[in-house]
């Protein structure tokens, strides 16, 4: 069942003549994206590698802040950098080779909330685990100590 598809990428600013044009044109997009990650991660700049906000001192509301804000302002903006271009990626990737963008609505809402709701109960998973580890390694009483 052969369709037309859709030959413009972000957004409609980027045209193509052929879906041959666009698969090229987007494997270009997605080369350069790959290419400022690869610079950035042999390069590692100074100004990335340093936290650029501290944790909020306080009573309730800058614990509630900190606890908001942690797992994105708080980290190294490089390593933010490069879960951003990895998102990009994965979007054009998902949105232009796999054709995502010519399915019906209701198919795109699934998998995308699928995917959604996967990484966010895999972020709270890894959080939870993270604290409790570190509680055995790091408390007075820990059950192991660390030798290695």
Not at 60 to 78: H, R
Request: glycine share 4%; charged share 20%.
């Amino acid at each position: 069942m052969a369709h037309e598809h859709k030959l413009e990428i972000f957004r409609g600013l980027w045209k193509f003549k052929s879906n041959t044009q666009k698969i090229w044109g987007v494997l270009a997009f997605l080369t350069f994206v790959t290419a400022i990650e690869v610079i950035l991660g042999i390069y590692k700049p100074a100004v990335l590698m340093e936290v650029w906000i501290n944790p909020i001192e306080g009573g309730f509301f800058a614990t509630l802040a900190n606890i908001i804000l942690s797992p994105f302002v708080y980290m190294k903006p490089l390593n933010l950098i490069f879960i951003l271009l990895t998102l990009v990626k994965a979007y054009y990737i998902t949105w232009d080779f796999m054709h995502m963008r010519d399915e019906v609505k209701a198919l795109r809402r699934m998998v995308v909330w699928t995917a959604v709701f996967l990484i966010c109960y895999l972020i709270f998973i890894l959080l939870q685990e993270g604290g409790y580890v570190y509680d055995v390694y790091n408390t007075d009483d820990a059950l192991i100590k660390r030798d290695f």
